[in-house]
């Protein structure tokens, strides 16, 4: 990159004060470290945190007044990698989380840039290999007033529905996009292609609208952990997986960076559980960065926020319009122990009909329920009184229409036959306007909730749903991919709030497997 491209005044006419000029090398700290400065040992607590809230304060007041923050965005935009990832259909909001803001965040195995040397040293293989493999996917939630962030993983092995390509692992969202563009297409086009397919799958899995996307590579983390001078982790106990991924750590506390933190992050053989531990090594490595970056040693340095930016930037491929500078702004007022991590909610391991080691995730209902939380005020949910179960009544009450929605042929009828024997007046048995249906609905009209929940005390993960065209007195069970059979009837329980695996937040430094 060409040193003179920034050397330009801003956009209001100003130059660069010398002590925010990048050119000027960075400001001399010499005088704040003399005795001079202070008198040792004199300092109070209070001293101590006045002066840190006031340098923090500083830092911002540059950022916002000056051409500094001006300049920084400038590094960001000539150094990222765009890609328009972000589809024009199959990306909506059913979750009505308003102006909250929503990344993807991807974890690329693309080893195509690395030297010989690098893919040596990192442990990481073949140039040729790993180019399709998203090993790591995070939602990153913000709400509207910026106040906090959540960052939510999803195992790469989550078996999902992939728009188009049925049931797979979620990994495979990205490949089936990539390789779905004619072979001759430009690679940007395909990488493109698989962007938008994986988008598409995340936010039908979740309910969200994905406004962002951006992904990193390996060398981005192996750049990232560099130069913020490594990340502190703490293991509880020592580890020894030189054979595959390279880590070889001793137990308790301590900094890694460079290809260390790499290897960190890509191990899971060796793990009490496999991938689910790994995803939390991700997320405390993330979490270590967020530290750094949130600390007086990146706040205060002027150089070292350029080089932040920099190799954020180069590591970088993110959509159109993502501006680096206006997310950070958004989240300048977070701190470590308002940032959280979480693994989206899962029953556990299984076996597809291919015999492939799966994950299983909660249902349909259940995930949209968790991801429509993210942008609630936990203080209002903590307030909050729990709301009374619906009123229910017996299935002998319950007019039911039954209509196969799923690629299982014969499944309305089946099903009509057990709610019959659960007691229920089923009224008649067909196929539903489409065979796509991927969550099983129970469908109502207006005054008949009570007949829906009865019915749904006996549909495991039903979802509910009023509808204008629903019969006064029937109800209407759409059958979904998701369906289970008919259950035991239970009482409805009332809502509660659904929660994520391995939360934790950026402040926690406990020790992990």
Same mark, same amino acid.
């Given at each position: 990159?060409?040193?003179?491209?920034?050397?330009?005044?801003?956009?209001?006419?100003?130059?660069?004060?010398?002590?925010?000029?990048?050119?000027?090398?960075?400001?001399?700290?010499?005088?704040?470290?003399?005795?001079?400065?202070?008198?040792?040992?004199?300092?109070?607590?209070?001293?101590?945190?006045?002066?840190?809230?006031?340098?923090?304060?500083?830092?911002?007041?540059?950022?916002?007044?000056?051409?500094?923050?001006?300049?920084?965005?400038?590094?960001?935009?000539?150094?990222?990698?765009?890609?328009?990832?972000?589809?024009?259909?199959?990306?909506?909001?059913?979750?009505?989380?308003?102006?909250?803001?929503?990344?993807?965040?991807?974890?690329?195995?693309?080893?195509?840039?690395?030297?010989?040397?690098?893919?040596?040293?990192?442990?990481?293989?073949?140039?040729?290999?790993?180019?399709?493999?998203?090993?790591?996917?995070?939602?990153?939630?913000?709400?509207?007033?910026?106040?906090?962030?959540?960052?939510?993983?999803?195992?790469?092995?989550?078996?999902?529905?992939?728009?188009?390509?049925?049931?797979?692992?979620?990994?495979?969202?990205?490949?089936?996009?990539?390789?779905?563009?004619?072979?001759?297409?430009?690679?940007?086009?395909?990488?493109?292609?698989?962007?938008?397919?994986?988008?598409?799958?995340?936010?039908?899995?979740?309910?969200?609208?994905?406004?962002?996307?951006?992904?990193?590579?390996?060398?981005?983390?192996?750049?990232?952990?560099?130069?913020?001078?490594?990340?502190?982790?703490?293991?509880?106990?020592?580890?020894?997986?030189?054979?595959?991924?390279?880590?070889?750590?001793?137990?308790?506390?301590?900094?890694? $960076?460079?290809?260390?933190?790499?290897?960190?992050?890509?191990?899971?053989?060796?793990?009490?559980?496999?991938?689910?531990?790994?995803?939390?090594?991700?997320?405390?490595?993330?979490?270590?960065?967020?530290?750094?970056?949130?600390?007086?040693?990146?706040?205060?340095?002027?150089?070292?926020?350029?080089?932040?930016?920099?190799?954020?930037?180069?590591?970088?491929?993110?959509?159109?319009?993502?501006?680096?500078?206006?997310?950070?702004?958004?989240?300048?007022?977070?701190?470590?122990?308002?940032?959280?991590?979480?693994?989206?909610?899962?029953?556990?391991?299984?076996?597809?009909?291919?015999?492939?080691?799966?994950?299983?995730?909660?249902?349909?209902?259940?995930?949209?329920?968790?991801?429509?939380?993210?942008?609630?005020?936990?203080?209002?949910?903590?307030?909050?009184?729990?709301?009374?179960?619906?009123?229910?009544?017996?299935?002998?009450?319950?007019?039911?229409?039954?209509?196969?929605?799923?690629?299982?042929?014969?499944?309305?009828?089946?099903?009509?036959?057990?709610?019959?024997?659960?007691?229920?007046?089923?009224?008649?048995?067909?196929?539903?306007?489409?065979?796509?249906?991927?969550?099983?609905?129970?469908?109502?009209?207006?005054?008949?909730?009570?007949?829906?929940?009865?019915?749904?005390?006996?549909?495991?993960?039903?979802?509910?749903?009023?509808?204008?065209?629903?019969?006064?007195?029937?109800?209407?069970?759409?059958?979904?991919?998701?369906?289970?059979?008919?259950?035991?009837?239970?009482?409805?329980?009332?809502? $509660?709030?659904?929660?994520?695996?391995?939360?934790?937040?950026?402040?926690?430094?406990?020790?992990?497997?």
């Amino acid at each position: 990159m060409s040193r003179d491209r920034f050397e330009t005044d801003d956009p209001k006419g100003r130059q660069l004060p010398p002590r925010l000029d990048p050119r000027a090398g960075r400001p001399s700290r010499r005088g704040s470290e003399s005795g001079t400065a202070r008198a040792p040992g004199r300092r109070t607590r209070r001293a101590v945190g006045l002066a840190r809230i006031v340098g923090a304060l500083l830092s911002l007041a540059l950022l916002a007044t000056s051409g500094w923050g001006w300049y920084l965005g400038r590094v960001a935009d000539a150094s990222v990698t765009r890609t328009d990832a972000i589809p024009t259909t199959g990306n909506e909001d059913t979750s009505h989380s308003g102006a909250a803001m929503n990344l993807l965040l991807v974890g690329q195995d693309g080893r195509g840039d690395l030297t010989d040397e690098q893919l040596a040293e990192l442990n990481a293989g073949a140039s040729d290999s790993g180019g399709l493999n998203t090993d790591t996917m995070i939602l990153v939630h913000v709400p509207a007033d910026g106040s906090r962030a959540s960052f939510v993983s999803f195992p790469r092995d989550s078996y999902v529905q992939i728009p188009g390509h049925g049931s797979d692992k979620l990994n495979a969202a990205y490949a089936y996009g990539y390789t779905a563009v004619d072979s001759d297409a430009p690679d940007d086009q395909k990488e493109a292609a698989g962007a938008q397919l994986l988008v598409r799958t995340i936010s039908q899995l979740t309910g969200l609208q994905i406004d962002h996307y951006a992904e990193v590579d390996l060398l981005g983390f192996f750049n990232l952990a560099t130069v913020v001078g490594g990340v502190d982790v703490n293991l509880c106990a020592a580890v020894d997986d030189s054979e595959y991924s390279g880590a070889v750590f001793p137990a308790g506390k301590q900094t890694i $960076s460079g290809a260390d933190a790499l290897k960190f992050v890509r191990q899971r053989h060796g793990l009490p559980r496999g991938d689910f531990d790994r995803i939390v090594r991700q997320q405390v490595f993330i979490a270590g960065v967020l530290r750094k970056m949130l600390s007086d040693n990146v706040l205060l340095d002027l150089g070292k926020q350029r080089q932040l930016v920099q190799a954020a930037a180069e590591s970088l491929t993110v959509d159109q319009s993502l501006n680096l500078l206006d997310l950070a702004q958004q989240m300048q007022s977070v701190t470590a122990g308002a940032i959280q991590f979480q693994t989206v909610p899962y029953v556990g391991t299984d076996r597809d009909d291919q015999g492939r080691s799966i994950i299983r995730l909660k249902d349909s209902a259940t995930l949209h329920k968790f991801f429509a939380q993210l942008s609630a005020d936990p203080a209002a949910q903590s307030q909050s009184s729990t709301p009374a179960a619906p009123q229910t009544v017996a299935p002998s009450q319950v007019k039911v229409a039954v209509f196969n929605g799923s690629s299982t042929a014969g499944l309305a009828g089946q099903t009509g036959t057990a709610l019959q024997s659960a007691g229920f007046a089923v009224t008649s048995t067909g196929n539903a306007d489409s065979n796509t249906y991927t969550t099983t609905e129970i469908r109502f009209s207006a005054g008949d909730d009570a007949l829906a929940a009865a019915l749904a005390a006996s549909i495991p993960g039903a979802t509910t749903k009023q509808v204008d065209d629903a019969t006064k007195g029937t109800v209407q069970l759409i059958i979904g991919e998701d369906f289970n059979g008919v259950g035991q009837a239970v009482t409805p329980a009332a809502p $509660s709030t659904t929660q994520g695996e391995d939360a934790r937040t950026a402040a926690d430094t406990d020790c992990i497997n």
